[in-house]
């Protein structure tokens, strides 16, 4: 972008440490399976900020809580990719653990430990964190517990008083269907983003078609792009359908954390100005770059 974001980036979401297993032969049961096995830094919420601060934001801030068993590796890790860390320290849980099972096709099966990831409460927000601040970003997976919604919502009221735009991945549709959809969709209602991926889409309209989600989503959120992996990307608005925008086409090692790299090139290009569709192409770029890596942050 030739642009400078005008303002800060306020990323609320979880810390994890991810297990990254690619097994080029299918997983044989009650036995060995082959695998190259990488332990990285990783999570929904800081990996947006890290591909957030590597497309050129300039004020990234992260919101999440970590374990004391290795907070000082993540919060390391994060003021490398250029990220301002604003680290919980849980002195129960340990630090969330995710192991990603990546198979030839370069598509993960996630088996999670959250940790201490969903232990943000309401005491851990102040408004003064959105000094500065031209945009918040909310990881749904605050949305899956109890006290870290509860934060969620109040980060969000605060937000709208001050002006500032909220967007919202919704992360998981195991936990959404956990929840329920009409509990998910009353949590994160007065977002001004949703950007859930295709089976997300699906998911929370009960409509198979992608670009019909999209539609109908966007009639209750004033903005929604659909991510859509390889087939790029769906750009919705009041009810009808602006883009499908195209992914490049790319070889892909790991798919592990490229709707995260969507999210955080596309909130830059927003901060810098660019409109909607432009902005989805520059996450689909990243994306792109994204899975020609092993891990979910920017190599």
Same mark, same amino acid.
């Given at each position: 972008m030739t642009r400078e974001a005008a303002g800060g980036l306020l990323v609320i979401g979880d810390v994890v440490t991810d297990i990254v297993a690619r097994h080029r032969t299918p997983l044989a049961p009650a036995t060995d399976t082959a695998a190259r096995i990488a332990t990285l830094p990783g999570g929904a919420g800081a990996n947006v900020a890290c591909w957030a601060a590597h497309a050129g934001a300039g004020d990234v801030h992260l919101l999440a809580s970590v374990g004391r068993d290795s907070e000082a590796w993540h919060r390391e890790a994060l003021v490398r990719s250029g990220v301002r860390p604003h680290l919980r320290i849980d002195r129960e849980a340990p630090t969330a653990v995710v192991i990603s099972l990546v198979d030839r096709a370069a598509e993960r099966t996630l088996i999670t430990d959250s940790g201490a990831a969903l232990s943000l409460s309401p005491a851990d927000w102040q408004d003064a964190r959105l000094d500065g601040i031209a945009h918040l970003h909310l990881s749904g997976y605050l949305f899956f517990a109890e006290t870290s919604r509860r934060l969620a919502r109040a980060a969000m009221t605060a937000a709208r008083e001050r002006g500032v735009p909220v967007s919202v991945d919704p992360a998981s549709t195991g936990f959404i269907e956990r929840v329920g959809v009409d509990r998910f969709l009353s949590s994160v209602a007065g977002a001004d983003v949703l950007?859930?991926?295709? =089976?997300?889409?699906?998911?929370? =309209? %009960?409509? #198979?078609?992608?670009?019909?989600? #999209?539609?109908?989503?966007?009639?209750? @959120?004033?903005?929604?792009?659909?991510?859509? $992996?390889? &087939? %790029?990307?769906?750009?919705? #608005? $009041? $009810? &009808?359908?602006l883009a499908h925008v195209p992914a490049p086409s790319t070889e892909a090692l790991d798919t592990t954390g490229a709707g995260d790299a969507f999210? %955080?090139? @596309?909130? =830059?290009?927003?901060?810098? %100005?660019?409109?909607?569709?432009?902005a989805a192409v520059e996450g689909c770029r990243t994306g792109a770059e994204a899975v020609t890596a092993v891990g979910g942050r920017p190599a």
């Open positions: 950007v859930p991926n295709r =089976t997300e889409a699906q998911l929370l =309209t %009960g409509l #198979a078609e992608p670009a019909e989600a #999209a539609r109908k989503l966007s009639q209750d @959120f004033a903005l929604v792009v659909a991510k859509l $992996g390889a &087939d %790029g990307a769906l750009v919705a #608005a $009041g $009810g &009808d359908l999210m %955080g090139a @596309f909130l =830059t290009a927003r901060l810098a %100005g660019a409109p909607p569709v432009a």
